[in-house]
DNA sequence: GCATTAATTTCACTGCTCGAAAAAAGAAGT
DNA sequence: ACTTCTTTTTTCGAGCAGTGAAATTAATGC
């Protein structure tokens, strides 16, 4: 049933992508430069541009290079997208906010708008009704005629259903089980997905980092939440739900502390802001988890820790051997040469890297193959945004750029 | 760097590796059966089936279909593969016994030795050696001059090294660390390729159970050792290691009991015959696993537990617990549709199939997707040897015919 | 024998890539 | 100003694989 056959057309469309992709991965680029990174003969560029230029999709640029140092032959000109082929709206649901931007197809921000969110706001309203007011606001803002509204993408956090369109569960309150992507669809007619907050996390560290974008990766993020995304050598295999975990409610004690989720024992009942600040205040690990923590009031504790308070910094401990167990046992499955953890705790690393070392050297695989490289990067080059810009960016270069028309 | 690039030779090589995987999959059909299964034009089938039978890859069989009812029109031709196209050699090394089998291309055993081994085989005589020695004997044979050896292929346990010729660590003696898979390659100068057992289980899984051919499976092994393959969507992505774990040694519980491969708290070391031996038996969980338990025992043991003995049924429970847990954190994972437990413990599986419920439910994918679907199988129909004999077929169709010649 | 039916093959055509040669666009030299 | 280089792009004629439609082949049924 499974067409794969392959014919002139899938050549064509193959051929285009590799054009487009190599332009989004390395930006601009004469058409000699491109035959050289694609592999694909001059003639072959000069027509599948020529084809892209027709099309509005991408366009000649400045002719100019560098006039560095002796320059001779003809100059050469460069290609790049075409800014207004194509927009796309990216939304990023948190539990406290809502952040809506409107990007091209350039990939450069046009309009952003923010909005607080508070666990009563889709009581109140559906997150339908919400998102469809916010997008056609952000829309009306920014009334470009030639620019079509080619996506909408949406940053969730939680467990998708089967076909990615709904949430099954979510750490967002009334969020879960609202069909709101299949709602948008059909009140914009147009494609609409949804990502796994630790899948564009897994996405975005790739693209921010260069030496990670063909690498496997595990992307950790730990704040309010604990969650993580993974690359398989520079794959995000497929579309879906793929290259997402439930990390954070990966158990690391039977019968442990009582998560947000409902469950006990997980990774994030320890190493959630709530989980950390829950054991260094001794906090029964039975309680009922704060709905929020301020970010000041995590941040003074790491700040304590680090002065040298014992609670602080024993709770920190804990956080860290969570991660590392769950690590550890994600390794047995699943072995990246790099770990990243990110987020509010990166801050932490220093008071949990000694416990996520030793719990990942109890690891056959790490005694075997080493140890991972693990690093903390500070959240403020926004992997999350990075990462659903270019995700959506590449679909719409490949499914429509690449595909039809 | 990476040529992805798509022309007419490649569009070729597509398709013809969709008619041989058609056959690999559905067996001998007609020209028009091979249309309908794979998309392609009768046109083309006629073209590409008219080369591989050119090349001795497939040759037409008997007219006949079925004289069942009335059949009207042309009788169709079946087209199968030409078993003399080539052969492959596939060993199955494991910590008793070698198992070398001679297949033909059309996956008919044609020959089988089989030679006991012990933890001091590869002390006297190097697994190079061995191997040479075995194959050559087993290749004088059957000889057989118009049918070229195309492929060594070899089961092993461990883990295995980056390009996928050596083991780093494995559980049969003396057996890491030795260069043989590059060794045989030059003696030979045949394609030679080692699989890990757990990986070819979940290939050999795939290839029994049609149902689970294109499904999500992790496929357990229990016996000896407790080992892990996946399959995703029925591919298993890619070559080398992947869909390959080392779910055995994941950890289980920190610090815990001795396992054989010199860690501590691994699953295999609650769950393996060791370790329920030990358990069973009140031995300390830090006494050194037994080198080798004998079939009879362990049976003899999920015996007594079935009739009721308490500390028998204790140590499979805590089996179950730690098979259990070991499942509940992979799916944080990685969550398959399906959990297949095989190999000799798959005979326990009612003694350990409440723990691993149980683990499995606190597991918050399981709690919102709901259980995956775990079932015992007995070992009688070989994956391993399936999955070899398949995996190497596959690859025989695909690189070699599919490709070049 | 002739009509009917179903499997294959043949044929003319399309679309894509490729290598080689030609054209284009400046820079450098005289 | 003109010619010679040099490097980038485009043009042109193959070559190849796939496709749909029409033709051919091989049996059955009457």
Known sequence: MARNVSDSDSVRRQNRGLVLGALRTQGEMARTALAGTTGLSHASITAITHDLIAQGIVQELATVEKPDARMRGRPATLVGFCRMAAAAALVELDVNRARLSLVDYGGVLVDRIETPLNPASFEETTPTAFLIERLTYLRSRNAAPGVPLR????????????????????????????????????????????HK????????????????????????????????????????????????????????????????????????AYAADYGVLRNAYSVPETTLPAPA??????EGLIARAEAGDRSAAHAF??????????????????????????????????????????ALSSALVCRINGLPTVVAHRDEKEPIFKGLLMKTLTEIDQAEFAGLV
Chains 1, 2 share one sequence.
């Not at 969570?322 to 932490?348: T, W």
């Open 151 to 194: 996506r909408i993408a949406i940053s969730v956090q939680g467990i998708l259903d089967r076909d990615g369109m709904s949430l099954k569960w979510s750490p967002i309150a009334h969020l879960a089980g609202k069909p709101f992507g299949l709602d948008l669809v059909e009140h914009f007619g147009l494609p609409v997905t949804l």
């Open 197 to 268: 907050r630790g899948r564009l996390l897994a996405e975005g560290a790739r693209w921010l980092d260069p030496g990670l974008h063909d690498a496997s990766v595990a992307t950790v993020f730990v704040g309010s939440t604990v969650a993580m995304g993974m690359t398989f050598r520079g794959q995000i295999t497929g579309r879906g739900d793929e290259g997402a975990t439930e990390f954070g409610h990966m158990n690391h004690v039977p019968n442990g502390a009582l998560c947000r989720c409902g469950m006990r024992g997980c990774v994030e």
């Open 293 to 298: 923590v301020p970010l000041q009031e995590y």
């Open 317 to 358: 401990n804990l956080a860290g051997r969570a991660i590392g167990f769950g690590l550890s046992r994600m390794m047995a499955v699943f072995d990246p040469s790099h770990i990243l953890i990110v987020g509010p705790g990166a801050r932490a690393f220093g008071l949990m890297q000694a416990e996520i070392t030793a």
